[in-house]
């Protein structure tokens, strides 16, 4: 069956410190992929998606992902992390394309937690 | 633009009862509306997917005569959870798509619904 893996289930640091959480999934054909990051209390919000194209994808709050096909991967990153992205991140990908019945698989999340 | 509501946000209810909780997306017709449940320390679950105007298609282990949804219009969907048991304590969150000018994959996510069954 598909699924999509976050390695990191809980992750610590310090304010200024660069971030990279994992994510992978186990699909062969084309996929979307997805970046979501949920703040204590608040719902789901997209940080950064992709379809196609560069795999280099910028995001908002200064997040930054990186397709790899070849290893099935879309790794979260960010330079320099502050207290205001502790929070918990999930990675999602729809299987199949752009049309169609369509459905997010959702990886498990990871918590970060940045000290101040 | 893309927002989308659910109420309550938050439900206590007695073991028995039924609770329905309302999703609406706000500012755009959604082709399509997902409902999914959210464990403490989990992953989002996908329970159903459900297009206006035709019945839900639930996911494989979801009971579709425990948690009811109706798609009644593009705007609106039902999730109603009935004979309400601690165990089906979570909290539910929806989802809306088919946002003209997105990707028909892209969804929106409410705020979730916590629900606590006494």
């Known amino acids: 069956a598909q699924s999509v893996s976050q390695h990191n289930h809980h992750v610590i640091l310090s304010e200024a410190a660069s971030l990279e959480l994992g994510c992978n999934y186990s699909y062969g054909g084309t996929v979307n992929l997805f970046w979501y990051v949920q703040y204590p209390g608040q719902h789901l919000q997209l940080l950064l998606k992709?379809?196609?194209?560069?795999?280099l994808v910028k995001g908002i709050k200064g997040f930054e992902a990186e397709f790899i096909k070849s290893k099935f991967s879309f790794n979260l990153r960010k330079p320099s992390v502050q207290w205001s992205d502790t929070a918990e991140y999930f990675c999602a990908v729809i299987l199949g394309g752009s049309s169609g019945t369509y459905k997010y698989i959702f990886g498990t999340g990871t918590r970060l937690k940045v000290l101040a | 633009g893309a927002v989308v509501s659910q109420h309550p946000s938050r439900v206590i209810c007695k073991s028995g009862t039924s609770v329905k909780i309302e999703c609406r997306s706000l500012?755009?017709?959604?082709?399509?509306m997902f409902w999914y449940r959210q464990f403490p320390k989990k992953s989002l679950m996908l329970m159903a997917t459900?297009?206006?105007?035709?019945?839900?298609?639930?996911e494989q282990g979801v009971e579709k005569d425990k948690f009811l949804i109706n798609h009644a219009s593009l705007t609106l969907s039902t999730l109603t959870v009935t004979s309400a048991h601690p165990e089906d304590s979570s909290f539910y969150i929806c989802?809306?798509?088919?946002?003209?000018?997105?990707?028909?994959?892209?969804?929106?996510f409410g705020p979730g619904t916590r629900l606590t069954v006494l």
């Open positions: 992709y379809f196609s194209g560069d795999p």
């Open positions: 500012d755009f017709q959604a082709t399509t």
């Open positions: 459900s297009n206006e105007g035709s019945k839900a298609t639930y």
């Open positions: 989802s809306a798509g088919g946002l003209a000018g997105t990707s028909y994959n892209e969804q929106f």
